[in-house]
């Protein structure tokens, strides 16, 4: 049973559009929502991350936009770039210290010139 | 600071062999945790450590896998009596004691079991 449902599976975007990821849960005890990117042959690399308190947090060209009600966050990339491209993961997890987090499947960016 | 070490990279293995993976945190990190990624999958848990203990294994198939992580030395993946369905990324990652914001992977050791 997937905790964490993300999509779309793959995105292709062009240079200096939007790119938006989609993720959604169903269990109201996480606390936390990271998003990773990951390259090819690369462990995944925290780039984001937020907390219920808060609705938006910007940094650089990324915002994660967290609707507490709907249970849903998304990951939006201004001004896409082809070195975006990769594969981006939604997570979740509870508790004040962290621990296990739980995935998303993935969404393939891929972002063309 | 060398980020989290894991060795071998790529490890290739016989059906009915072991396989041993190991990961070294990241200096002053005590808290370890192992994933597995299949193909078009995302990231599933496996196992959470701390020195010497277990934290949370709710992700570990019960037979043929185990994880330790001794006081000294690397934090080590064993999967004993390999099958093909093992085949698989298998990352690590670290955290400092306390942390609450997130932890920093490794960069996987891949197993295909033939």
């Known amino acids: 049973q997937q905790q964490v449902k993300q999509s779309p599976q793959s995105l292709i975007v062009q240079k200096g559009g939007i790119s938006i990821i989609n993720c959604a849960y169903e269990?109201?005890?996480?606390?936390?929502f990271p998003w990773y990117q990951q390259f090819p042959g690369k462990g995944p690399a925290l780039l984001i991350a937020?907390?219920?308190?808060?609705s938006e947090k910007k940094e650089g060209r990324f915002t994660i936009s967290f609707n507490k009600s709907a249970k849903q966050f998304s990951l939006h990339i201004m001004d896409s770039q082809p070195g975006d491209s990769a594969t981006y993961f939604c997570?979740?997890?509870?508790?004040?210290?962290?621990?296990?987090?739980?995935f998303g499947r993935g969404t393939q960016l891929t972002v063309w010139p | 600071n060398a980020g989290v070490m894991q060795n071998p990279r790529h490890l290739v293995r016989r059906r009915g062999q072991e396989a041993r993976l190991r990961c070294s945190p990241m200096?002053?990190?005590?808290?370890v945790y192992w994933y597995r990624q299949l193909p078009e999958e995302g990231l599933k848990f496996m196992v959470y450590l701390q020195k010497e203990n277990i934290i949370d294994e709710s992700g570990m198939p019960k037979e043929r896998f185990s994880a330790e992580f001794p006081k000294e030395g690397p934090s080590i993946l064993r999967i004993q009596q390999v099958v093909r369905g093992d085949s698989a990324a298998y990352f690590c990652?670290?955290?400092?004691?306390?942390?609450?914001?997130?932890?920093?992977f490794g960069s996987g050791t891949r197993l295909t079991v033939v």
């Open positions: 997570a979740a997890s509870r508790g004040s210290t962290l621990g296990r987090l739980y």
């Open positions: 990652a670290s955290s400092p004691e306390g942390n609450n914001y997130g932890y920093t």
């Open positions: 200096k002053g990190h005590s808290h």
């Open positions: 269990n109201t005890a996480f606390d936390y």
């Open positions: 937020i907390r219920p308190d808060v």
